[in-house]
């Protein structure tokens, strides 16, 4: 961020309109944390290529996903899905973990981060290192058989026709992804909701907070008297109801904070 000289702005938090921490007092809180449970949404990946499906320039600009992600179109006619799906699975098949992916892997290391739950179906957490990570919304980097729900990663079946059938039942194939008319699955909304709960710091990243049920996180966490840290390059629907607000990009933000938190650690 910069400001009308052309400088270098320190990002700021807020809290409830008034209350400002500059990032060194904000790495303090999670300096002396353990048990960070970070939330991210699909702000944290644009930095790697791949566009948000919402708001201007979003993949829902350009496709409907009434028509290519819905579960019952889906089975109507996989093969047209599979057009549009297979343009947005090869964008996350070669996009790369950014400096916001690889500083939430560096806070796990620290020892300040404990999970991720996340909303994005790109698996660049678990490329950059975070060994715990819930996957709200599924993975396209995999593919489930509608038939046997025998799962493969995309690499391992032929994609030369669309759509892809299962090598074992030549059952149809989907990306592992929630559709429009699917449930979250119940093991991942059990986790998130088990490691909101316990937290003493959720960090809301990358998320504009107008989906449930990841959007109900953030609550639930206040419920249970954790802080909430927002990071958002503007402010969103859950800022209102935040303790703090760091206003900057993911890829700018995150690695600011954990050089701070080295930095009071001496190291």
């Given at each position: 961020m910069e400001d009308i000289s052309g400088k270098?702005?320190?990002?700021?938090?807020?809290?409830?309109?008034s209350k400002s921490v500059d990032v060194q007092e904000s790495a303090k809180l999670l300096a002396k944390a353990s048990g960070v449970v970070a939330l991210t949404g699909a702000g944290i990946s644009v930095a790697s290529g791949i566009r948000p499906f919402r708001g201007k320039g979003g993949l829902w600009e350009k496709y409907d996903p009434e028509e290519v992600a819905n579960i019952n179109n889906f089975i109507r006619n996989p093969a047209a899905s599979w057009v549009a799906l297979k343009e947005i699975m090869?964008?996350?098949?070669?996009?790369?973990?950014?400096?916001?992916?690889?500083?939430?892997?560096?806070?796990?290391?620290?020892?300040?981060?404990?999970?991720?739950?996340?909303?994005?179906?790109?698996?660049?957490?678990?490329?950059a290192g975070n060994?715990?990570?819930?996957?709200?919304?599924?993975?396209?980097?995999?593919?489930?058989?509608?038939?046997c729900r025998a799962v493969y990663a995309v690499g391992e079946i032929n994609m030369d026709s669309l759509p892809p059938y299962c090598p074992a039942c030549d059952g149809v194939l989907k990306p592992d992804a929630v559709f429009f008319g699917e449930t979250i699955p119940r093991t991942a909304l059990e986790q998130a909701r088990t490691e909101i709960q316990s937290c003493r710091i959720?960090?809301?990243?990358?998320?504009?907070?107008?989906v449930e049920p990841a959007a109900s996180l953030p609550?639930?966490?206040?419920?249970?008297n954790a802080v909430v840290i927002e990071i958002n390059p503007e402010r969103s629907f859950l800022t209102?109801?935040?303790?703090?607000?760091?206003?900057?990009?993911a890829e700018e933000v995150l690695p600011l904070l954990v050089e701070q938190i080295k930095n009071l650690a001496g190291k």
């Open positions: 270098k702005k320190q990002p700021m938090y807020y809290f409830q309109e090869d964008v996350v098949e070669v996009a790369l973990p950014n400096p916001a992916h690889l500083a939430l892997a560096a806070l796990e290391q620290m020892g300040i981060l404990r999970s991720v739950i996340t909303q994005n179906v790109d698996g660049l957490h678990q490329e060994s715990f990570v819930i996957e709200f919304h599924g993975n396209t980097r995999r593919t489930i058989c509608l038939e959720a960090l809301v990243i990358g998320t504009s907070g107008m609550f639930l966490a206040r419920d249970y209102p109801r935040v303790d703090y607000f760091l206003e900057g990009r």
